[in-house]
Nanobody, 126 residues
Framework: QLQLVESGGGLVQPGGSLRLSCVASGVTFDYSAIGWFRQAPGKEREGVSCISPGTGKGYFADSVEGRFTISRDSAKKTVYLQMNSLKPEDTAVYYC???????????????????WGQGTQVTVSS
């Protein structure tokens, strides 16, 4: 069982940066892949990035490749999503999600994830 809490959202100007955090509680963090998803008003929830449990391999949607990075800190049971060069189209509620998975497993399919946080709002606007 995992509980997830996101933080770090806010209002930022285009071209700016934000770092989102996803803190997990529970015994399976080290064996869990963590994904970041986002949902804008009137749109479906989409995968943004994910990180594998054992190898820490990151994977990104084409829309954020080269602008976002992802990392995990096992001691703090936290996954970070560093978002740079933000655009207005990045505006959404961002959710982290988790599922127990093999060491090098990555996926941006929301159906693949079992546990979800409550989300944090990111607004990119001048």
């Amino acid at each position: 069982q995992l509980q997830l809490v996101e933080s770090g959202g806010g209002l930022v100007q285009p071209g700016g940066s934000l770092r989102l955090s996803c803190v997990a509680s529970g015994v399976t963090f080290d064996y869990s892949a963590i994904g970041w998803f986002r949902q804008a008003p009137g749109k479906e929830r989409e995968g943004v990035s994910c990180i594998s449990p054992g190898t820490g391999k990151g994977y990104f949607a084409d829309s954020v490749e080269g602008r976002f990075t992802i990392s995990r800190d096992s001691a703090k049971k936290t996954v970070y999503l560093q978002m740079n060069s933000l655009k207005p189209e990045d505006t959404a509620v961002y959710y982290c999600a988790a599922t127990v998975a093999p060491a090098d497993w990555v996926s941006l399919r929301r159906e693949a994830y079992e546990y979800w946080g409550q989300g944090t709002q990111v607004t990119v606007s001048s």
